[in-house]
């Protein structure tokens, strides 16, 4: 099974050009099948752009997220610490494989059965 991420272009970028090898989350999929991310490179891009397999999902606080992922997160640590404020746990998941699509596509054209991009996440086929 997959799961269709909202990102922004700027991380997007850095994962295909292979600076980011973690995407951080505030929340996780519960479901423990998911193999493999879809890219959706939020607006201005507005596309899915691409997929990566998931190589490990680290569970823990944000310190010790960022002093594990720090080397290859993409990011600042200030951005870090501003996403993660407030929060006693967050995830790290491990980008593994990340390939681009030969084309960018609409949502509609990757799954009919999504109607708007996630906020977060969404399961797909």
């Known amino acids: 099974?997959?799961?269709?991420?909202?990102?922004?272009?700027?991380?997007?970028?850095?994962?295909?050009?292979?600076?980011?090898?973690?995407?951080?989350?505030k929340i996780i999929f519960k479901n423990q099948n998911?193999?493999?991310v879809v890219v959706y490179a939020t607006m201005p891009v507005g596309k899915?752009?691409?997929?990566f397999d998931i190589g490990s999902i680290i569970e823990a606080?944000?310190?010790?997220?960022?002093?594990?992922?720090?080397?290859h997160s993409g990011i600042s640590y200030e951005f870090f610490s501003d996403y993660f404020s407030k929060k006693?746990?967050?995830?790290?998941?491990?980008?593994?494989?990340a390939r681009l699509?030969?084309?960018?596509?609409?949502?509609?054209?990757?799954?009919?059965?999504?109607k708007v991009a996630p906020q977060s996440f969404c399961y797909t086929f």
């Open 1 to 25: 099974m997959k799961v269709l991420l909202s990102i922004k272009p700027e991380f997007v970028n850095e994962i295909f050009g292979g600076s980011k090898k973690y995407e951080y989350r």
């Open 34 to 36: 998911i193999s493999s």
């Open 88 to 97: 006693a746990k967050g995830y790290a998941i491990q980008i593994e494989n």
């Open 101 to 114: 699509f030969p084309e960018p596509m609409s949502i509609n054209d990757f799954d009919q059965s999504i």
């Open 61 to 71: 606080s944000p310190e010790v997220l960022w002093n594990k992922t720090k080397k």
């Open 48 to 51: 899915v752009v691409g997929e």
